[in-house]
């Protein structure tokens, strides 16, 4: 149990492209998702939290017009990253997790490779 | 006061030999505190988590040890194996904020066969 499926695993596209990453819980409510970046060889940076049905949570120094992102049901979260520029290749992982039985640890999906040209 | 230090950066062990990694917290409002497996390419998965009312918990060969009064817990993987080899992350949260996690920096373990 406890499946996070995220896609498109890989993606390679032009600069000023925009790129939507889907994360789907496949056999769970997620009541909260959340939005990392990870750089190689370095630890998961949080990005944005979101609860299904509200406004994501920014972290500090991430642009909310540059990542948008959608809660809209309870099993799906999109991060749309707009007018992607080199610098934001990465890998964008998200994690998901319920708390309708109590307090839930976060599962993961396999991330995305955001590669721009 | 949100950070979690985390050590070695990278650890290699033979096959059969004993893993141990180290992370050391600030804020004393966490409560939950994780170990993620990540393999190249792919997400991290949970492994084992601990809560800071027992000491010490053990799944398989995968073993957290927790020291509240000294803000620390530790990782230890028995019996090593080639398979083990994989990067680790600890974390740590506050249930009742939401579980937002602060990981630690990450080991690069790599068990020799």
């Known amino acids: 149990g406890a499946v996070v499926s995220q896609h498109p695993s890989r993606v390679i596209c032009k600069s000023g492209t925009s790129v939507k990453i889907e994360c789907r819980s496949l056999d769970f409510q997620a009541t909260t998702m959340f939005w990392y970046r990870q750089f190689p060889k370095q630890s998961l940076m949080l990005m944005a939290t979101s609860n299904e049905g509200s406004k994501a949570t920014y972290e500090q120094g991430v642009e909310k017009d540059k990542f948008l992102i959608n809660h809209a049901s309870l099993t799906l979260s999109t991060l749309t990253v707009t007018s992607a520029h080199p610098e934001d290749s990465s890998f964008y992982i998200c994690s998901a997790r319920t708390t309708n039985r109590g307090n839930q640890p976060q599962h993961f999906g396999d991330g995305t490779r955001l590669s721009i040209l | 006061q949100q950070q979690v230090k985390q050590s070695p950066q990278s650890l290699i062990v033979q096959k059969g030999g004993i893993s141990i990694i180290n992370c050391a917290y600030e804020n004393t409002a966490f409560d939950y505190f994780p170990w993620y497996q990540q393999f190249p390419g792919k997400g991290p998965a949970l492994l084992i988590a601990?809560?800071?009312?027992?000491s010490e918990k053990k799944e398989g060969r995968f073993t957290i040890s927790f020291n509240k009064s000294a803000k620390q817990f530790s990782l230890h993987i028995m019996d090593s194996q080639p398979g083990d080899s994989a990067t680790y992350f600890c974390a740590a949260s506050r249930e009742t904020s939401g579980s937002r996690l602060t990981f630690g920096e990450g080991t690069q373990l790599t068990v020799n066969p």
């Open positions: 601990i809560r800071p009312d027992v």
